[in-house]
């Protein structure tokens, strides 16, 4: 059975203190993996696709990478407007999305 | 940000009543999703939409029904509402399915079911 798995579930970091976010996978023939943005009260916002082992992405202070079995999410020098929950997920081989079920991360000032 | 509108916001009902919720978009995209988010859940698809009158299941489609006369609307009906939906529902678009195409979200509608 496909299966996401994301931690920790929550993240509490100081502002400009680099950490990372885990999404674990299961799926016969991953397709690719995205990572969401969601903030409080709205629908996700899209921020990376990964498809093959070794591939990175990067947008701001966000790097995504990926392994065969699990995507990081690096966060590096992180300010209060990352605070967010972050989703990760896969199309797995019958090509509907599975998602975690998220890390919320909390940068304080 | 994507011209997704997702009509009401915020429902409360009561169980055994029909209810609707409303998905337009702007975009022209053929591809439209309903999902549901809960605690302790990832977000799980309830029915999606490939064209005009084309519809198929997801994952968590029992007791909800679709229907998309128009590219621009996807209408999601709950038969007779039960407390187990209380949730909050997101609609979704894309240019088209698969692996390669990143999704669009809407606000979401929290209902409620008492």
């Known amino acids: 059975e496909d299966q996401v798995t994301q931690s920790p579930e929550a993240l509490r970091l100081q502002e400009g203190e680099s950490s990372s976010l885990n999404c674990s996978y299961t799926v016969s023939g991953l397709r690719g993996l995205f990572w969401y943005r969601q903030d409080p009260g709205k629908g996700p916002e899209f921020l990376f696709t990964?498809?093959?082992a070794g591939e990175e992405k990067e947008k701001e202070r966000l790097k995504a990478t990926l392994t065969k079995k699990e995507s990081f999410l690096h966060i590096t020098a992180p300010k209060p407007e990352d605070s967010a929950t972050y989703l990760c997920?896969?199309?797995?081989?019958?090509?509907?999305?599975?998602f975690g079920k998220g890390t919320k991360l909390s940068v304080k000032p | 940000d994507a011209g997704i509108t997702q009509s009401p916001r915020h429902k409360v009902t009561e169980t055994g009543t029909p209810v609707t919720l409303r998905c337009h978009q702007t975009e022209n995209h053929r591809y439209m999703y309903w999902y549901r988010q809960d605690p302790g859940h990832g977000l799980r698809l309830i029915h999606y939409s490939y064209g005009v009158k084309d519809t198929d299941k997801g994952e968590v489609s029992d007791g909800y029904s679709v229907s998309r006369s128009k590219t621009e609307d996807f209408l999601l009906t709950l038969e007779s509402a039960t407390s187990s939906q209380t949730s909050v529902y997101f609609c979704a678009i894309s240019r088209r399915q698969g692996e390669n195409e990143k999704l669009f979200f809407g606000s979401g509608t929290q209902l409620s079911v008492l």
């Open positions: 997920a896969v199309s797995g081989s019958q090509g509907n999305l599975i």
């Open positions: 990964l498809y093959s």
